[in-house]
């Protein structure tokens, strides 16, 4: 069987569960684009809040997203969502963003925004040149792209996890987050039948990525 010419790699899993770091690289192993969809969430969600429309009120969030213009520019091996032509400042990170952001997540409106612009990433990715891309998030493996090539649900206990978020000096509502986004009604978070799932809890950054490289490389035929 010919290897694929480009690859989709999954990682889905819950906060500091490791997904952004071993996307990044990924990325660069690979020769993949990087696209990180929370911070695409944190994004829609930072604007929201700063033109008042809250989660709550459903008219104005359809007013509000259907006049807002999705865009991508590239930035090294990271796809970056431009809000009518502006990118994400520091506050995408910041603990107001941090409170909201499952909120507006919920809504299926602020999904199906999303959910084109999302798929729409490989032709950024093609049009890049890259080999393919890896894309992270809470249902890039059940939603997104349930026939990617590799699919991965990343754990890690949650206080590792706490203890991975305060080692990187950042104050975050990682229990409440956990618990909102995996409750909700459209799009839960959830390793999905069939993708592989890698306990992180005990392992390093590097021994994570080891794993997800040795199957990446196998799909690829390269192994
Ligand atoms: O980096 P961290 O895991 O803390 O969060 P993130 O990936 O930046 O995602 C922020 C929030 O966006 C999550 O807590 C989810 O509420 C939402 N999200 C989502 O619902 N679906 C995605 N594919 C990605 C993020
Ligand atoms: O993207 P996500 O929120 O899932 O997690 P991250 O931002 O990639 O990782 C959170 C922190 O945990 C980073 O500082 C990583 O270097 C660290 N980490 C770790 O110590 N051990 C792992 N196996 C994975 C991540």
Same mark, same amino acid.
């Given at each position: 069987?010919?290897?694929?010419?480009?690859?989709?790699?999954?990682?889905?899993? /819950?906060? %500091?569960? /490791?997904?952004?770091?071993? %996307?990044?690289?990924?990325?660069?192993?690979?020769?993949?684009? &990087?696209?990180?969809?929370?911070?695409?969430?944190? &994004?829609?969600?930072?604007?929201?809040?700063?033109?008042?429309?809250?989660?709550?009120?459903?008219? %104005?969030?359809?007013? %509000?997203? /259907?006049?807002?213009?999705?865009?991508?520019?590239v930035e090294g091996r990271s796809a970056r969502m431009l809000v009518d032509g502006q990118p994400a400042g520091d506050e995408i990170r910041s603990e107001e963003v941090n409170r909201h952001v499952s909120h507006y997540a919920a809504v299926p409106e602020v999904r199906q925004t999303l959910l084109g612009y999302q798929r729409g990433q490989t032709e950024v990715a093609r049009a890049s040149g890259f080999r393919g891309l890896v894309m992270e998030g809470r249902d890039i493996g059940s939603v997104i792209f349930p026939q990617a090539d590799c699919r991965f649900f990343l754990h890690a206990d949650p206080v590792e996890r706490a203890k991975r978020r305060a080692a990187e000096g950042r104050q975050d509502s990682i229990a409440e987050r956990d618990r909102l986004d995996t409750s909700r009604k459209t799009s839960p978070l959830t390793c999905p039948p069939g993708a592989i799932d890698i306990d992180s809890t005990h392992l390093t950054l590097p021994e994570v990525v080891e794993k997800m490289s040795t199957v990446i490389a196998a799909r690829q035929g390269i192994a």
């Open positions: 069987m010919a290897p694929p010419s480009f690859i989709i790699v999954a990682i889905d899993g /819950g906060a %500091a569960s /490791g997904k952004s770091s071993s %996307a990044r690289l990924l990325a660069d192993r690979f020769d993949l684009l &990087h696209v990180d969809t929370g911070s695409f969430y944190r &994004h829609l969600t930072a604007e929201l809040l700063r033109r008042g429309v809250p989660a709550t009120d459903l008219p %104005a969030l359809r007013t %509000a997203l /259907g006049a807002l213009q999705l865009t991508t520019r």
